[in-house]
Each structure stands twice: as C-alpha cells, then as structure tokens.
Antibody
Framework: QVQLQQWGAGLLKPSETLSLTCAVY????????WSWLRQPPGKGPECIGE???????NYSPSLKSRVTISVDTSKNQFSLNLKSMTAADTAVYYC??????????????????WGPGTLVTVSS | DIQMTQSPSTLSTSVGDRVTITCRAS??????LAWYQQKPGKAPNLLIS???SLESGVPSRFSGSGFGTEFTLTISSLQPDDFATYYC?????????FGQGTKLEIK
C-alpha cells in the first residue's frame, strides 16, 4: 500500500521560505509524477508543481518564480521550497503521487495518492 | 488556466436521495475530468477518472458522465458516509485546476 508522509514548518513569517518534504512508502518511485498542491481555507485545491523521478519539473505559472521542487530518489523523497511567503500563501499543503496516462503521445497525470496535508500559516 | 465551475456550492439533502453535481470547464477538456471526495481534515480521495471511470473500491452508487465542457457526478442513493465536499478537476492541460467544491449537507 502506498503511503505518503510529509513534514515541515507550519508557521512562517512574511518573506520567509516554506520548506516541505514528502516521503513515499510502498510502490515504485519511478514511473509516476510527484506533486505538490495546496488548498486555501474554504477553497478547492491548487496545483503548485510536479517532478518525475529523473528530476524533470513542471510548475504552475502563477507560482513559478517562487517555487523549487526537487527529488531524492535514494530516499524516495521529494521536496518543496516556496520563497517570499505572504499571508495569501496560507493553506494546507499536500504532496501527492500522480499516475500517468499517455494518449497519442500526451502525458496526463492524475492524483491518486495524497499525503495527510500540512497546515501552513503565514503571519507576523 | 482552465477554469472549473461547480454547481451548486452547497446542497442540503437526505439519506436515500439521488444527487447530481454539475461541473463546467471554461474550454473543452475532452473527458480528462476527475471527481474527488473530501471529508473535513482529510486529503481529497479520487472517485472517478476519465469523466466516468470508477476507481477501484468506489461504491457503484457513484457515477460520472460528460464530455467537452459539461460534466456531472451522480450519487444514486445517498448514504450517511457520502456527506462530504466534492471537487471536479481537469487534467487535460497543466496546471490542472479544480472546481470550488460542492458541499453535501444533511437536510
């Protein structure tokens, strides 16, 4: 059974950098995309970015200038750094495993396993 | 980004009711549409992929339909465990985007 465990600081001051790590237990690490999403209070989830086992990344254009996602395949872990945090970044942050569908050469990813979430609050 | 709009935002309903939730995409996404169920304090749980394909272990009272820009999630006979918030999500074009959610409340 696939399990994702995540950790990192939950309270930040404005301008600080968020750092979260997600560890994957069970299943293969290759052949999937590893994603970070967030969910502001009372809203739907939002994609932050993703990485595959080779280190290839995709980021949401709205966050691209502030986001770095990295992977450590030796530990089956991937990490999120989001710099210059503001109150607008307050949300529950999730890591997730996305399975791949390839149709006519286009790869699409579907979030099938999620971590438990980390509430991140940005406040002075 | 593709905008996903769900209706209604809240639905007051009773055990045994048939429930339909609608999701509209701002542009065609073919059938690259997923539905999730989320309970308070928990991560979303994938119910349906490719608009109508039920995930393993999901009860058959859940069904999905649609293509292009209009999609529906139907629960044929609502059970107590189904009171939750439901989200649609397009995964045709990255960044993948979610609707704002539909909360099922007990009438």
């Amino acid at each position: 059974q696939v399990q994702l465990q995540q950790w990192g600081a939950g309270l930040l001051k404005p301008s600080e950098t968020l750092s979260l790590t997600c560890a994957v237990y069970g299943g293969s690490f290759s052949g999937y995309y590893w994603s970070w999403l967030r969910q502001p209070p009372g809203k739907g989830p939002e994609c932050i970015g993703e990485i595959d086992h080779s280190g290839s990344t995709n980021y949401s254009p709205s966050l691209k200038s502030r986001v770095t996602i990295s992977v450590d395949t030796s530990k089956n872990q991937f990490s999120l750094n989001l710099k210059s945090m503001t109150a607008a970044d307050t949300a529950v942050y999730y890591c997730a495993r996305a399975r791949i569908s390839m149709v006519r050469g286009v790869i699409r990813r579907l979030f099938e396993y999620w971590g438990p979430g980390t509430l991140v609050t940005v406040s002075s | 980004d593709i905008q996903m709009t769900q209706s209604p935002s809240t639905l007051s309903t009773s055990v045994g009711d048939r429930v339909t939730i609608t999701c509209r995409a701002s542009q065609s996404i073919s059938n690259w549409l997923a539905w999730y169920q989320q309970k308070p304090g928990k991560a979303p749980n994938l119910l349906i992929s490719r608009a109508s394909s039920l995930e393993s272990g999901v009860p058959s009272r859940f069904s999905g339909s649609g293509f292009g820009t209009e999609f529906t999630l139907t629960i044929s006979s609502l059970q107590p465990d189904d009171f939750a918030t439901y989200y649609c999500q397009q995964y045709n074009i990255y960044p993948y985007t979610f609707g704002q959610g539909t909360k099922l409340e007990i009438k």
